[in-house]
């Protein structure tokens, strides 16, 4: 069988358990807050998340076609092929890590670092699309940073329009509404995660001369969904443990807020075909929501470990992907 062909199984592989994998370490972000406030028990949250996210993944592809040409161009990479399985081994062997010790950290960071670290190992810096990589790197920095005001903000103006309200009953009431903003996340969830390994999987056609537009064709869209919505249905239950508990005491009032704002924020970025880490995007939003609640309540500590895992997710994805670029291209 030709290499090119071989490398190119073994990426749709490689970027399917990566989808697969992120539907645990990721989507437990979406539905943190709804378990933890017992709006929805645990198997009712995965199986609604499950479905949300599946169909999220299929209607957009903006995104997807943003990380085929936007961090390195497919149609000139150097060794193409072993370059994306060299990013994606990095990528999955960081997700496997940082969801063993409960650390809800980026898939996106993980993802967009492992390939511009293979990729520079390959043929050196000049190999990056700057303008695409640097715009990518924007909005990563730029979104949390806007769910944290936005959460800040959505929950203030709750506690003024509710300030008079019965607690008891208005969190009876936001219980309820929290199904449906967990439904709501949950597939924002899906338009921005699911489409990166879709991405990915298009890259490896290109770079095997397999296909000659960035287009998305629908079986990678359907497969990528799929592989999305299967690791959703596992569950992610160190993750929701971090953001559902370690964060702050979440009532459901503060899981709207949060859950609203994280939404919006990674729809949006969807909407301009921009991958966001929706881990960050709702951690975030969290924070903004806490901190509104009260400072005193948010726990720092956690918070800390958090964003440190936020910084060197790049810098760390990218080294494995080099390494695993080198120690590929000696059998490839």
Do not use: E
């Amino acid at each position: 069988m030709d290499t090119i062909l071989i490398l190119t199984i073994l990426i749709v592989i490689f970027a399917l358990a990566f989808d697969f994998i992120n539907g645990f370490h990721d989507t437990a972000n979406a539905i943190a807050t709804s378990v933890s406030t017992k709006a929805l028990k645990p198997r009712q949250a995965i199986i609604l998340a499950s479905v949300m996210n599946f169909v999220g993944a299929m209607t957009f592809t903006g995104v997807a076609k943003t990380i085929t040409k936007d961090i390195v161009d497919p149609f000139t990479l150097q060794n193409g092929s072993v370059v994306i399985l060299a990013a994606l081994i990095a990528a999955i062997t960081w997700n496997l890590i940082t969801w063993y010790y409960g650390i809800p950290s980026s898939s996106s960071h993980a993802i967009i670092g492992s390939i511009a670290g293979a990729a520079i190992a390959a043929a050196g810096f000049s190999s990056l699309n700057y303008t695409g990589f640097l715009k990518i790197l924007q909005a990563l920095i730029l979104s949390p940073i806007l769910a944290f005001v936005v959460g800040y903000i959505v929950y203030s103006i709750f506690k003024v329009v509710f300030k008079n309200n019965n607690l008891t009953k208005t969190n009876r009431n936001f219980r309820a509404i929290q199904v449906a903003t967990a439904a709501l996340q949950s597939y924002t969830h899906g338009t921005n995660d699911a489409q990166k390994a879709m991405g990915i999987i298009t890259m490896a056609l290109i770079a095997g001369n397999l296909q000659s537009t960035t287009d998305i064709q629908w079986w990678v869209q359907f497969s990528c969904a799929l592989a999305m919505g299967l690791g959703t249905s596992v569950g992610g239950w160190k993750i929701i443990k971090t953001v559902g508990g370690k964060i702050m005491k979440i009532r459901p009032v503060n899981g709207v807020a949060a859950d609203v704002t994280g939404a919006a924020v990674i729809f949006g970025a969807s909407l301009i075909h921009l991958p966001v880490s929706t881990t960050h995007v709702i951690s975030s939003s969290i924070l903004g929501v806490g901190s509104a609640h009260r400072l005193k309540g948010v726990k720092w500590g956690t918070a800390k470990t958090m964003v440190i895992t936020w910084f060197i997710t790049l810098p760390i994805s990218a080294t494995l992907a080099a390494i695993s670029y080198f120690i590929l291209n000696l059998f490839f």
